[in-house]
């Protein structure tokens, strides 16, 4: 059964970092393109960043690129994002989820598989 399960999330201060990873079974990880999504309360799920099957081609969302970085380690079948200078509106569940794809998705319905998300809370 494939599995995706994240960590890392918690309550922080406004300004601080966190590092949410995300550990795949069940799946060849190096043939799925990665990607992590956030849904805050009463909002739709939206796209964070995305990495490609090999980790050379990278999108994030326009608003977040100067303060969040996605990552693979595919020995370890584990991507990572790596948020710095958190904000409140950061707040949200952060999922990550798999793509049978060659290139970065960023319409949640492309991706195949889902974790059960992580909470990130930011306090001003």
């Known amino acids: 059964q494939v599995q995706l399960v994240e960590s890392g999330g918690g309550l922080v201060q406004a300004g601080e970092s966190l590092r949410l990873s995300c550990v795949v079974s069940?799946?060849?990880?190096?043939?799925?393109?990665m990607g992590w999504f956030r849904q805050a309360p009463g909002k739709e799920r939206e796209f964070v960043a995305g990495?490609?099957?090999?980790?050379?081609?990278?999108k994030y969302a326009d608003s977040l690129e100067d303060r969040f970085t996605i990552s693979r380690d595919n020995a370890k079948k584990t991507v990572y994002l790596r948020m710095s200078s958190l904000k409140p509106e950061d707040t949200a569940v952060y999922y990550c989820a798999a793509d049978y794809e060659t290139y970065v998705e960023l319409s949640p319905s492309a991706y195949d598989y889902w974790g059960q998300g992580t909470q990130v809370t930011v306090s001003s």
């Open positions: 990495v490609s099957r090999s980790g050379d081609s990278i």
């Open positions: 069940s799946l060849t990880f190096s043939r799925y393109v």
